[in-house]
């Protein structure tokens, strides 16, 4: 780290030793420290910062934590913008049910492929890049949502948006190389949490700039096409925001690091591989598949559900669905906090019983919301329907940076795809056609919830073992000093490429629990390699 002026993270401002009340901090033994680092924020031995002061702008680990989730919450709105004002569009456009469905279908297809891609250009190229650009490029899309004159349109527009909800990718990814391990619950909880917030957002905005526009003059027909034109102007602000202003890592950006050697440049292929040989991904692939996958779903519903069920009017069903996306304002970071809590007490073991629990919880709340036959019984149950689905998301994301330390992007990537696959197999399956309504495909797709959150029992970190079984006892083989450099053959180890995994496995000791508390590796201690 360069100790001159003007570079990223020169700066002691704010380090006191006194942090704010507010600030969520990392007080272990176990944790490595780096006194000698010049940041706004104390940080560990990868210059990951330690304290989470939520109001706080420092360079450069909380600007980046704003920048991601307002970008990715910008994502959220502009995708789902049109499902407020779907009771106006589906006249103006002559939408059949099936079309509806199907739109809804195509908004989160897209972005099954753009995760996938996000996650390679986060691990190869870095974060920054991938959100700015994507959110840019995205912008065109949104605008040409005010063009469409029919169903074939409707569905190729949304389905175009869409794969802007790939900025999830960069965000997690971001968060992950930005904190330390034992606040990355609450961390990437809170900046997802934040971001998926745009769905509830746009619930209430879209509706809003709809009628003011109506009052301007403008007809039903007119008004809607041209409120698309606020999400489109956002794309375009937050990608030069994200640009101008984002980093990729507490050092500076990734290509500037890598020229200086101080970051290892790797191969795809590489990375890859390792992504899809952990059969951990895929469990967690399925199991975000029904936490993420299920909130997309029902955003796209849950308005028309109220106006069509209850008779509501239109702005009344928009602020009762909106409910539902603004719940993750604190469900999804306090999903991630209770990972972290647990983990505190129960290393990773904990996590993996915290987030079967939440899952298993959010399920069974939303075959009572399919069930509810009053107004009040539907609101109540969509509301902890909410905090459990998104709870689980902050949970899941608070253990998938613990998979893999080298394919920490392509593994998030394929979750967060996950998410969208999830959704739309479960809007194709329960609504998209006139088999079920839409009050049986709400109970079904809770029955499918609890199913698919069963398969979290099969995760086992030789580390730190599973929910039912122990770590293993093997003084080697049940390091995480192996487990993460394993990920690195001889000749890349020779080059010291897997310096970094050494000292993320050194950082992450603390996710053994009460295990490792009583024989923690002092502060000064450097892991031997491998």
């Not at 304002?329 to 629990?357: N, Q």
């Not at 939303?366 to 019984?377: D, F, I, K, P």
């Not at 310096?499 to 031997?528: H, W």
Request: hydrophobic share 45%.
């Amino acid at each position: 780290m360069a100790d001159s002026t003007g570079e990223p993270g020169s700066s002691m401002h704010g380090v006191t030793g006194r942090e704010q009340t507010f600030a969520f901090s990392v007080a272990s033994p176990i944790v490595p420290t780096d006194k000698t680092a010049k940041f706004d924020l104390p940080v560990d031995s990868e210059h990951k910062a330690t304290v989470f002061k939520l109001f706080s702008f420092a360079k450069p680990h909380m600007r980046t934590f704003h920048l991601s989730w307002i970008s990715f919450s910008t994502c959220f709105v502009s995708t789902f913008a049109a499902a407020p004002l779907v009771p106006i569009i589906r006249e103006n456009l002559n939408l059949t049910k099936q079309d509806i469905g199907n739109a809804g279908v195509a908004s989160v297809s897209g972005s099954i492929f753009s995760r996938l891609v996000m996650g390679a250009v986060c691990d190869l190229l870095g974060p920054r890049y991938g959100c700015a650009f994507l959110v840019m490029l995205s912008a065109p899309t949104v605008f040409s949502m005010s063009f469409v004159h029919d169903a074939g349109g409707f569905i190729t527009v949304r389905f175009m948006i869409g794969f802007c909800l790939a900025t999830f990718v960069s965000c997690q990814y971001w968060m992950s190389t930005m904190f330390n391990s034992q606040i990355i619950g609450l961390v990437n909880g809170t900046a997802a949490g934040w971001g998926n917030m745009g769905g509830g957002i746009t619930q209430l905005l879209m509706p809003i700039v709809y009628e003011i526009i109506r009052r301007c003059g403008a007809t039903a027909f007119t008004a809607w096409r041209i409120a698309f034109f606020v999400p489109g102007w956002l794309h375009i602000i937050m990608g030069v925001l994200v640009l101008n202003l984002g980093q990729d890592l507490p050092d500076g950006n990734r290509s500037a690091l890598e020229k200086k050697g101080e970051v290892a440049k790797d191969k795809f292929g590489k990375i890859m591989w390792y992504a899809v040989t952990n059969y951990r991904t895929w469990i967690f692939v399925l199991l975000y598949g029904y936490s993420m996958g299920v909130e997309l779903s029902t955003d796209n519903v849950i308005a028309e559900y109220f106006f069509d069920r209850f008779h509501l009017k239109l702005h009344t069903a928009g602020i009762i669905a909106a409910s539902f996306g603004m719940a993750n304002f604190f469900a999804r970071p306090a999903g991630g906090y209770a990972s972290d809590l647990a983990a505190k007490y129960f290393g990773m073991r904990g996590r993996l019983w915290a987030l079967w629990i939440i899952q298993t919880l959010g399920g069974l709340f939303c075959v009572w919301l399919g069930r509810a036959n009053t107004l009040v019984t539907a609101v109540v149950a969509m509301i902890l329907f909410s905090l459990g689905a998104q709870a689980a998301c902050g949970a899941t994301f608070a253990i998938v940076p613990f998979v893999s330390r080298r394919a920490l992007g392509i593994i998030s990537g394929l979750t967060g795809a996950g998410g969208n696959f999830g959704s739309g197999l479960t809007q194709l399956i329960f609504f998209s056609t006139s088999k079920f309504t839409t009050e049986e495909g709400l109970t079904w797709m809770g029955v499918m919830i609890v199913a698919c959150t069963l398969p979290v029992t099969l995760i086992h970190f030789p580390q730190w073992g599973s929910m039912f079984l122990p770590p293993s006892k093997d003084p080697v083989k049940g390091t995480e000093e192996h487990y993460y450099a394993s990920e690195w053959n001889e000749q890349e180890k020779q080059k010291n490429m897997h310096q970094g995994s050494l000292r993320f496995a050194e950082n992450a000791k603390s996710e053994g629990g009460r295990r490792v508390r009583s024989a923690a590796t002092p502060p000064e201690n450097t892991p031997n390699n491998v």
